[in-house]
């Protein structure tokens, strides 16, 4: 367990929301979803200790972005810190919600991922609203929303992509649901892509 973490879990629980990191195996998971040869502009929400930073890091391109969004003033230190010396990497103690304002300070206009390990199941939800259709005015064409939560309930709330993918990981304590939010269908896996329906015999004759 992190110590920073659980002081942190004990002085804001429900905006901390967790006492143990996301396991190497679920970090990997997740962010085996993302093509790192496109990923030009990642956005992370809820960088916490800083697991997923430091895979991204390690794996983005040179002339990649990296933001990291964590409110917690304590953790967004931390995550500083270990990031002093990459200026790939970004790190504001700021609201997830105001991330397009700090593409924008950059001159950027869409990212290509956002990644979030955000409690949203207890966020009120005019700001849950309000985070998701930011995320999908702030992404790329092709660009995803990957989520990893104990719940699936975010797919729910997230109709205004064009597909989805869950998956229940259940190598981490606790186990995971990772939702990857499409905005275009081209980027699902080819396998889950709706097949083009076959034309009938009659449609077929008059072509
Ligand atoms: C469940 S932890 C995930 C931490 C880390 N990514 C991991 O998986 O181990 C959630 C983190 O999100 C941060 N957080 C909660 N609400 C946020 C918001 N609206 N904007 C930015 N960060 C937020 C919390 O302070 C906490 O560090």
Redesign the pocket.
């Given at each position: 367990m992190s110590s920073i973490?659980f002081r942190?879990f004990l002085a804001?629980p429900l905006?901390?929301?967790?006492v143990?990191?996301?396991s190497k195996s679920?970090?990997r998971r997740v962010l085996g979803k993302v093509d790192f040869q496109r990923a030009k502009v990642v956005v992370?929400?809820?960088?916490?200790?800083?697991?997923?930073t430091r895979e991204l890091a390690e794996r983005l391109a040179p002339d990649a972005r990296l933001l990291v969004?964590?409110?917690?003033a304590h953790?967004a230190e931390h995550l500083r810190e270990q990031f002093r010396d990459d200026d790939r990497v970004l790190v504001y103690e700021?609201?997830?919600?105001t991330f397009r304002d700090e593409l924008r300070e950059l001159g950027i206009l869409e990212a290509d991922y956002v990644i979030s390990?955000?409690?949203f199941s207890y966020?009120e939800p005019k700001?849950k609203k309000e985070?998701l259709h930011a995320v999908h005015e702030g992404l790329k064409p092709d660009g995803q929303f990957i989520v990893?939560q104990v719940t699936p309930e975010l797919k729910g709330h997230t109709r205004m992509f064009a597909a989805h993918e869950v998956e229940y990981f259940l190598a981490n304590i606790p186990p995971m649901f990772i939702v990857a939010c499409h905005k275009s269908e081209n980027t699902l896996q080819p396998k889950r892509r709706k097949k083009p329906r076959k034309p009938s015999r009659r449609e077929a004759a008059h072509t």
């Open positions: 973490i942190r804001d905006k901390i929301a967790y143990v990191p996301s679920l970090v992370e929400f809820g960088g916490g200790e800083g697991c997923y969004f964590e409110l917690d953790l700021k609201d997830a919600a390990g955000i409690p966020l700001k985070i990893y």
